[in-house]
């Protein structure tokens, strides 16, 4: 006999229909840094490496902010679960704000350039390469922050269609513009690395600007409150911080952690960077979607939630994890089974004499990513489950503690003890191993469902009935005696009873 809370049929057509296009968003998200590498890999061997070490760069920085901004989907979704529709422009006004003090201090990084990548201590050759993507990147922070807090409003209301169209424009001038800019097509100067990178800029800039004509549609000014409603509350702000602010931190930890990762696995030599690079950017095609699956996870538990209803929250969950480990299964066949096979849209026009090197090593690579991907899914399931409660502390608190000693140190020990790549990379997928079960462990003792991000109602939607005593007691059938003597005498031509004569 199946739990109350086990997935049914109705519930994964549910989760589906909201998780589809937030899949294929992702999805865009990893055919764009697909792109991006395979563009680069055409151009040369190191630039592809160099544009995965700047990325990690980037995101390490901007990882924190944009996460923090996007916690306005869990507010979105369990003020429409509450009914408190009105409640939902201003939440989204608050990210607004978030997002542009934030992407404005990108922009004050971008002198800084060739300092933070000298820091990662890669070849002078790639470190050229690394600062002028890494400028680009910092230019983009602004629209990739506007966009994470518009999609917000569309994501928590369960519109995902919407997030997905804005992706593919954004997809479609990126793709677009990397094929123009990087190889010189069109009487356009040939700009390698540097126009991958604005390539980006301009992708997301067109993404950012139609999501807020989207937002500020006629009917969402009047539902919703967005626009006139986007006036600075500190008070709601300062809860979306409360909020936001530990996922965003733990996703800075752990996006840092992994960053410093491939520092130490770049400093052993280009050829353990590059195949790192490219099993990173392998891995994406099921990590992203997963998130996409996830953050459907989210937006369901935050909706239930608001609606007072934690058993069906739990079915999402469950529902959700169902799907994520199925699809992963069948990926990692294929990491275990054609590495060469995927490997092969990477390799350069013109094989240089570091390619054979490189492809030698990206299929045991692969070997731990098809291990690990099933452990990641199981925990992006449940970290986002408890995220949609609001149960943001715990998950920074496991992520840091755990990120660090096993994910950074095994690559330190790499470069400066002479252990193998292979080891930092074992140690990786022990990470997730425990990751996935302590947040599984959460999960299943249950406080989260009794967590709420939103304020109260003032007039809550369902009230327990009052506690009968003689005084206030009324027995079945029996109508409620009223001292009528107490009642206001009528004026006006009225009756006590409020009708005219």
Not at 402 to 413: G, K, R, S
């Amino acid at each position: 006999m199946l739990d109350a809370a086990s997935p049914t049929r109705a519930s994964l057509a549910q989760l589906l229909s909201l998780a589809w296009p937030l899949i294929v968003s992702q999805s865009i998200w990893t055919l764009q840094i697909v792109l991006d590498r395979i563009f680069l890999a055409q151009s040369s061997t190191e630039s592809v490496g160099a544009g995965m070490a700047s990325v990690m760069i980037f995101w390490m920085l901007l990882g924190f902010f944009q996460f923090t901004t996007n916690y306005a989907t869990t507010f979105v979704a369990q003020y429409t679960g509450a009914g408190q529709h009105e409640r939902v422009g201003p939440i989204i006004g608050q990210a607004l704000w978030f997002a542009l003090a934030s992407g404005l201090l990108f922009v004050l990084l971008i002198p800084w350039s060739e300092t933070l990548v000298a820091w990662v201590g890669h070849e002078e050759a790639l470190q050229q390469l690394e600062a002028t993507y890494f400028r680009w990147m910092c230019g983009a922070a602004l629209p990739f922050l506007i966009l994470a807090a518009t999609t917000s409003f569309f994501a928590g209301r369960g519109e995902t269609r919407q997030v997905m169209y804005i992706n593919l424009v954004g997809l479609v001038v990126n793709g677009f513009l990397d094929y123009v800019l990087i190889f010189g097509k069109w009487g356009f100067p040939e700009m390698g690395i540097a126009g991958a990178g604005l390539a980006t800029l301009a992708g997301g800039w067109v993404a950012a600007l139609l999501s807020l004509v989207l937002l500020l549609r006629p009917h969402c000014i009047r539902l919703y409150r967005t626009g006139i409603g986007w006036g600075l509350d500190l008070a709601l702000l300062g809860r979306l911080l409360y909020f936001g602010v530990p996922q965003g931190l733990g996703t800075a930890v752990e996006t840092a952690s992994f960053a410093l990762f491939l520092l130490f696995i770049g400093r052993l030599g280009s050829d353990d960077l590059a195949a790192t690079s490219i099993a990173c950017t392998l891995n994406l095609i099921a990590f992203l979607p997963m998130m996409g699956v996830g953050q459907a996870v989210e937006v369901l538990v935050g909706q239930s939630l608001g609606e007072d209803r934690p058993q069906q929250a739990e079915r999402f969950v469950w529902t959700g994890l169902s799907l994520a480990v199925g699809f992963t299964a069948l990926l990692a066949l294929m990491y275990a089974l054609m590495p060469l096979t995927l490997t092969s849209p990477f390799r350069p026009a013109e094989l240089s004499t570091s390619w054979p090197a490189v492809e030698a090593r990206i299929p045991l690579l692969l070997w731990f990513v098809a291990a690990y991907c099933l452990f990641d899914s199981v925990q992006l399931i449940f970290a986002y489950a408890l995220r949609g409660a609001g149960d943001t502390r715990f998950v920074t608190l496991v992520t840091a503690a755990l990120a660090f000693p096993l994910m950074v140190l095994p690559a330190w020990a790499a470069q400066h003890l002479g252990w193998s790549m292979y080891v930092a990379w074992a140690f990786v997928s022990l990470y997730l191993v425990i990751l996935a079960s302590v947040l599984y462990l959460r999960f299943a003792a249950g406080a989260w469902k009794r967590m709420r991000v939103i304020e109260l109602a003032t007039t809550p939607p369902s009230e327990p009935p009052p506690v009968q005593t003689p005084e206030n007691f009324v027995g079945p059938r029996q109508p409620k005696l009223v001292d009528t003597a107490r009642l206001p005498r009528p004026t006006g031509g009225e009756t006590a009873l409020g009708s005219k004569r």
